[in-house]
């Protein structure tokens, strides 16, 4: 059951969606926010403003990185103070924090507390090369924080169903486990897609779906379709059926993560709904 929910914001117009369905989801499970700012350590350790003051021709002065740290606080009070006013609008009193530290550690650190994590697809940070297709701070949350992580798209879109794409891994039976909860906690239809063209296979896993949701004594529809993974699950999206999707993070070889970019890095490109993780 979802209660809190951690919502990391850098101030960047897509962290903004991610807490629009923050906020739509607290308020659909009574469940609270907690927001996280987190002042990036590498930005005020002293090699880093040495760097940065070279590239733009202006030797450091005395007292050159207080100026800088002070004007990364008053830059990290006005982004809390609006995630803190966003909130309000809504009827919200959220928890938030100021934290200085490297961006995934301190967010993994503070998801030790949390439910559920909302971030956004592409910080005001993001660097393509530097984690992939998701970005280095959601991948590396998504791997280690042990929560399920919603990966908020561009723009907001009201849930109103749900839906699972189901591979009979370990990390696919988590994400069951968790969808099933999700949709009895906010009365949201449950849609299993399985994507195999092997009957036996489909059987197998109809049949795990099944088993699991009746032993939690949950709905779930399923639906068997053929083809390639990325390819059907987005055509799924597309075609608006559900408004927000689950998947297993990483469910297969880790070599192919790292370098051709897994089945759920894809999707999470290429969705123009939220996708939720669990690994």
């Given amino acids: 059951m979802i209660k809190k929910i951690l919502i990391p914001t850098d101030g960047s117009p897509n962290s903004f969606t991610a807490l629009d369905y923050g906020i739509y989801i607290a308020l659909k499970l009574n469940a609270t926010i907690s ?146 909860s999700l949709s009895q906690q906010a009365a949201w239809p449950l849609t299993a897609i399985i994507i195999t063209s092997d009957t036996e296979k489909a059987t197998r896993l109809t049949a795990q779906i099944e088993e699991t949701a009746a032993r939690l004594d949950y709905e779930c529809e399923i639906i068997v379709l053929p083809g390639k993974e990325v390819r059907e699950i987005i055509k799924f999206i597309e075609e608006g059926a559900v408004e927000l999707m689950v998947m297993g993070a990483y469910g297969h070889n880790r070599l192919r993560d790292l370098f051709l970019g897994s089945t759920t890095s894809q999707i999470i490109r290429k969705s123009s709904i939220p996708v939720v993780l669990t690994r």
């Avoid at 990290?76 to 550690?105: H, M, S, T």
């Fill in 35 to 180: 927001g996280l700012h987190v002042l990036d350590v590498n930005l005020l350790q002293g090699p880093m403003l040495t760097d940065i003051s070279g590239a733009v021709g202006m030797p450091p002065y005395d007292g050159f990185f207080d100026a800088v740290q002070t004007s990364l606080n008053e830059k990290a009070d006005f982004i809390v103070n609006d995630f803190r006013e966003y909130c309000q609008r809504a009827g919200l009193k959220p928890e938030i924090n100021k934290v200085i530290g490297k961006i995934d550690e301190i967010i993994i650190e503070e998801a030790a507390t949390a439910d559920f994590i909302l971030m956004a697809k592409k910080g005001e940070h993001f660097h393509l090369k530097e984690g992939g297709l998701l970005g280095s701070v959601a991948e590396a949350v998504i791997r280690h924080s042990g929560k399920p992580v919603l990966i908020a798209p561009d723009k907001f879109l009201e849930i109103e169903s749900m839906g699972i794409a189901f591979d009979g891994s370990p990390p696919a039976q988590k994400a069951l486990d968790f969808s099933l």
